[in-house]
């Protein structure tokens, strides 16, 4: 059984930084395309960035050239360097395949950038 555990969230002011973190408890590198997903209140869950096995990655134009998606295959994590943060970034974050898989989803991570 997949289980993917986000961490690294919490509260940030506006134009700072924060890295996620998404663990995987078992390899699927070879598998699939692994992607960050976000959902704020009141809003429908929409695709941060993901990223291929070979490293290529793609993201929402909201978020281009503020986060980086990397994966580090050792270590089997994702990871979400996110920089300039703004308050329509906060959200819980989640990391998941790409195209998500409902069962694949966890518990996310709370990011609130407020002053």
């Known amino acids: 059984q997949v289980q993917l555990v986000e961490s690294g969230g919490g509260l940030v002011q506006p134009g700072g930084s924060l890295r996620l973190s998404c663990a995987v408890s078992?390899?699927?590198?070879?598998?699939?395309?692994m992607g960050w997903y976000r959902q704020a209140p009141g809003k429908q869950r929409e695709r941060v960035a993901i990223?291929?096995?070979?490293?290529?990655?793609n993201y929402a134009d909201s978020v281009k050239g503020r986060f980086t998606i990397s994966r580090d295959n050792a270590k089997n994590t994702v990871y979400l360097q996110m920089n300039s943060l703004k308050s329509e970034d906060t959200a819980v974050y989640y990391c998941?395949?790409?195209?998500?898989?409902?069962?694949?989803w966890g518990q996310g991570t709370q990011v609130t950038v407020s002053s």
């Open positions: 078992r390899n699927i590198w070879n598998l699939y395309v």
């Open positions: 998941n395949r790409a195209p998500p898989l409902s069962a694949y």
């Open positions: 990223i291929a096995s070979d490293s290529s990655t």
